[in-house]
């Protein structure tokens, strides 16, 4: 860094030192390793629901669940084959239910992912505080 640079850091209210006694507290970096975590945990999530359970779904439906939509008013090119016809004619009304399956099945998977992993770390501290695998560490 440039030294005029670092001079004018250290004489503000805002110092270099601050900053990064700031940044060793450990909360910024758990924060960031933790918001890492749930963009692959998102990811995962996504591709699960969106190449296993949707087509699932989709051939009991006979349909693409994604693809769903409610034609509400009709433009002049009606009747439309795909709801992308649908949404490209000026005039046409268009309410796609079937984005919003797509993310209530997402949304109730990493609701499902959360609770089981919450009550499994809840079930670990239980143990250890109760002293089971102590006990069991000094039978053996």
């Known amino acids: 860094m440039d030294q005029s ?7 503000s209210s805002f110092s270099v ?8 507290l ?4 758990d924060t960031a390793v933790g918001n890492f975590m749930s963009l692959a945990f998102t990811a995962l999530v ?3 629901v969106s190449d296993v ?5 989709s051939g009991l439906v006979s349909k693409d669940i994604r693809k769903g939509y409610f034609l509400l008013r009709a433009g ?15 005039g046409a009304v268009v309410i796609r ?8 099945f997402q949304f109730v998977i990493n609701a499902l992912v959360m ?20 006990k069991e560490a000094k039978a053996a």
Not at 18 to 23: K, M, Q, V, Y
Not at 77 to 89: C, G, L, R
Not at 117 to 125: C, I, Q, V
């Open 97 to 104: 239910y079937g984005k919003l399956v797509h993310a209530s």
């Open 26 to 29: 450990g909360r910024i970096l």
């Open 46 to 48: 996504a591709s699960l």
């Open 76 to 90: 002049p090119k009606h009747p439309y084959k795909t709801m992308e016809e649908a949404e490209m004619d000026d």
């Open 5 to 11: 640079i670092t001079s004018k850091l250290q004489n």
């Open 17 to 24: 030192q601050n900053f990064l006694e700031f940044i060793s």
């Open 53 to 57: 359970f949707t087509p699932i779904v």
């Open 115 to 134: 609770y089981f992993a919450l009550k499994g770390m809840f079930m670990a501290k239980r143990v250890i505080q109760t002293g089971i695998i102590t």
